[in-house]
């Protein structure tokens, strides 16, 4: 039962930063959407040590579990977008192509930085 509360209480933690940055963005008018928001907040939180991760970790397993019926209702949603799928969706098929070459360059240049730079610090102990 105290690790249900634990759950829970942690699961609101992370529902009550979405809620305070969803906040942010309405009343300042940014052009961000408030999850993504929530995320760099939540990240600066655990960067300052303010948040622990200990704090969230109970909370955010079930939820990393179940990652992927949380892109149901985007499935769904697209659904209804076929028609401008089918008209122009060759329009959208370089820039989706291009745009996931560029994430995985990316990807793979800082993973390697970050390897070859904990390389280095090992290798000088």
Partial sequence: MQNLL???GQI?????IYFISTWIVEFFHLPIPGSVLGMLLLFALLSM?????????LGANPLLKH?????I???VGLMEWGDLFIQKGHLLFL???ISTLVALLATGIVVQLLTTSRK????AD
């Fill in 6 to 8: 634990k759950t829970a």
């Fill in 12 to 16: 609101f933690l992370l529902w009550l």
């Fill in 49 to 57: 040590g303010i948040i622990k991760e200990q704090w969230l970790t």
């Fill in 67 to 71: 990652l992927s019926f949380f892109f």
């Fill in 73 to 75: 209702p985007i499935a």
């Fill in 95 to 97: 820039p989706l192509v």
């Fill in 120 to 123: 280095k610090e090992g290798g």
